[in-house]
């Protein structure tokens, strides 16, 4: 029998073992190359690397043996063949954008967006001449209406933050392709596990490692995945040149991090069912909104792209602000904390955190009220998730 390429290993191995490569000590654990520079041999050798003929490092902004086994990993485990890692999710999804865009184009996106991806879109790039539209990621016909011959890439998040709106990625991608854009889709919520955008037609994937990827709360991190033909013709001399570069020690929390990345989300998700569940029946909610359950507004679409429902579960609960601050501040287990994906439970009220800077008529436009709570569901028992939920609730009316 052949060896396998690790393109031919299954998921659970690539997670643990794609892209490691070992120093003469013969370590077992990647090894940390914290080293911002690298040393030749020869002058000739630096000039060959720079010639690009010959391969090596030669400088850690442009790449680093820490990050580029992070970066091989990660493009084994997505399929793609270009993964490039960046200091944060943002970095990712903002050189993703930058790289490719110039005056005169457009760019269409839901308005559902985690709140810095909407303001890039909104805020920033139009300031360099570059249209943007925004419609309601649920309405396909809307997608349809906005994606023009002038598109130049469309942005989607699905499930997307925090009402957990699903996009229907194969509609929004053929459209896209229709006029030639580029569709760049934020895979955040679904994990590499649970969705896999090219599946559907996406052609470029952004992660932030922050969330599951690390998913003990402990780094930053970002990753834009692609093919060898938009690295070249777009990505590679943005990143080298503008440098948001992760750090090598982030990049060994991240391969850390891919090692346990399956056990964590299944568990996680098995953890989300039975809270949203719970949330569900407790009768004490206006809304729970949990993709994987049957009264998700787009539940059999979140099925059809997505394993599991995920992670996440927003409710609303009756009372508005003050109920829902009385909800949080009476968590005994799960933390007030507006990060993602983690181990530990996290809950979040996105009208005073991170959808602050919306006005509030794009905040209730997109179901964001001011009983509206996010929560991130982590690893630990569920029961104990429950029960915390369950007295926490009980504070709800004054
Ligand atoms: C967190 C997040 C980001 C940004 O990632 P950072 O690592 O915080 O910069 C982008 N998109 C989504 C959906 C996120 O949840």
Same mark, same amino acid.
């Given at each position: 029998m052949t060896a396998k390429k690790p393109s031919e290993w299954r998921l659970a191995t690539r997670l643990v073992r794609g892209g490691t490569k070992r120093s003469d000590?013969? @370590?077992?654990s990647e090894a940390i190359f914290m080293t911002s520079g690298f040393r030749y041999d020869a002058a000739e050798v630096a000039a060959d690397r720079f010639a690009g003929t010959a391969d090596g490092f030669t400088y850690s902004r442009l790449s680093n043996p820490t990050v580029a086994m992070f970066e091989e990993r990660m493009a084994l485990i997505e399929g793609l063949p270009v993964a490039k890692a960046t200091a944060t999710g943002m970095a990712a999804v903002n050189a993703a954008l930058m790289c490719q865009l110039r005056a005169g184009d457009k760019v269409v996106g839901a308005k559902a967006l985690f709140g810095s991806c909407r303001y890039i879109l909104e805020q920033i790039l139009p300031r360099f001449g570059i249209t943007t539209e925004l419609v309601t990621g649920s309405d396909n016909d809307a997608w349809t209406r906005a994606i023009? *011959? /002038?598109?130049k890439t469309v942005f989607i998040e699905t *499930?997307? #933050? $925090?009402?957990l709106d699903v996009v229907d990625l194969a509609h929004v991608c053929s459209a896209a392709h229709a006029v030639g854009a580029t569709v760049i889709v934020d895979n955040v919520f679904a994990t590499p596990l649970l969705q896999r955008p090219t599946d559907f037609g996406a052609d470029i994937v952004v992660y932030?490692?922050? &969330?599951?990827?690390?998913?003990?709360?402990?780094a930053l991190g970002g990753v834009i995945l692609c093919s060898e033909a938009f690295f070249e013709d777009h990505l590679n001399q943005y990143l080298r040149h503008t440098g948001p570069t992760m750090s090598p020690f982030n990049a060994w929390i991240m391969l850390k991090g891919l090692e346990t990345l399956d056990l964590r989300v299944q568990r996680m998700c098995d953890n989300a069912l039975k809270v949203a569940n719970f949330l569900a029946e407790? /009768? &004490?909610?206006e809304r729970v909104l949990y *993709?994987?359950?049957?009264?998700? *507004?787009?539940h059999d679409l979140a099925m059809r792209q997505m394993k599991t429902g995920g992670s996440v579960i927003t409710i609303d609960v009756p009372g508005g602000r003050d109920a829902a601050f009385r909800l949080l501040n009476a968590? @005994?287990?799960?933390?007030?904390? #507006? #990060?993602?994906?983690?181990?530990k439970s996290l809950m979040t009220h $996105?009208?005073?955190?991170?959808?602050?800077?919306?006005a509030e008529d794009a905040r209730l436009e997109l179901g964001?009220? @001011?009983g509206t709570l996010r929560l991130s569901v982590g690893l630990e028992d569920s029961d104990d998730l429950i029960e915390d939920l369950e007295q926490a609730m009980s504070r709800i009316s004054a």
């Open positions: 000590f013969g @370590e077992t023009t *011959p /002038g598109t *499930p997307a #933050n $925090p009402t932030s490692g922050t &969330k599951h990827i690390d998913g003990q709360g402990r407790s /009768g &004490k909610l *993709p994987g359950r049957r009264d998700h *507004p787009q968590l @005994e287990i799960i933390d007030i904390s #507006n #990060n993602l994906g983690d181990a $996105p009208s005073s955190t991170t959808h602050r800077s919306l964001i009220i @001011e």
